[in-house]
């Protein structure tokens, strides 16, 4: 299988300050992760596109300069929340995509909750 | 992307089968059928992923149908720990430039002692 890592897994902070959130592919290389956002009681919401060496591609409504993405690397990509606010708590996940089968295959990490009082 | 519809909910007896159905009947020939689960506050996991042939591995099997507008998820032998939400996308295959994941709300699957 593949793993995917997260760190942290919470994470709780005041409000106006920044928080980086790492996610990593541990036993592949990933040009290619993805953000997510998901508030309780609803699925998933792709927040941004993170290629290696390439900046991160925003879906719509999605503030760039507010969540900042740099994935500097094959195997780790990170998200920066940048003067958090309360309405910024939510559970944060990460995929990464494997591309060494046909198909290629996304490979989630565990998630980051993000609590910002 | 073809969208899916999947019923919100479902309960299984432990031991049982689960079956997950899945209706996708604006499938495009290059897209796949992917299946995921997502047990509570953890990341969605990977299950299965099929084309048009039927597949199995370890955790289920994928059953298509012949015209590939629905198919279901057959989890054999149903656990407690098999409670969770699971999704059904549809993707075109990465030559096709779209590698985006669309989220629905999938089934929740409640597994009974």
């Known amino acids: 299988g593949a793993v995917v890592s997260q760190h942290p897994s919470w994470v709780i902070c005041k409000s106006g300050t920044s928080v980086k959130i790492e996610c990593r592919s541990l036993?592949?290389?990933?040009?290619?992760m993805f953000w997510y956002r998901q508030f309780p009681k609803q699925s998933l919401m792709l927040m941004a596109t993170?290629?290696?060496?390439?900046?991160?591609?925003?879906e719509q409504g999605v503030e760039k300069d507010k969540f900042l993405i740099n994935h500097a690397s094959l195997t780790l990509s990170t998200l920066t929340v940048t003067s958090a606010h309360p309405e910024d708590s939510s559970f944060y996940i990460c995929?990464?995509?494997?591309?060494?089968?046909?198909?290629?295959?996304?490979?989630f990490g565990p998630g980051t909750r993000l609590t910002v009082l | 992307d073809a969208k899916t519809t999947q019923p919100p909910s479902m309960d299984c007896a432990e031991g049982r089968a689960a079956n997950l159905p899945c209706n996708h009947s604006t499938i495009s020939g290059n897209e796949y059928v992917y299946w995921y689960r997502q047990i509570h506050s953890q990341g969605p996991q990977y299950i299965i992923h099929g084309l048009k042939n039927n597949e199995t591995n370890e955790m289920a099997s994928l059953i298509i149908t012949e015209d590939r507008k629905s198919s279901t998820l057959i989890l054999p032998h149903a656990t407690l720990r098999d409670t969770a939400v699971y999704y059904c996308?549809?993707?075109?295959?990465?030559?096709?430039?779209?590698?985006?994941?669309?989220f629905g709300t999938g089934t929740r699957l409640t597994i009974i002692p």
């Open positions: 036993d592949f290389q990933a040009t290619t």
């Open positions: 993170s290629n290696e060496g390439s900046k991160a591609t925003y």
């Open positions: 995929s990464a995509r494997d591309v060494r089968g046909f198909p290629d295959t996304q490979y």
């Open positions: 996308i549809v993707r075109p295959s990465i030559n096709f430039g779209n590698e985006k994941l669309t």
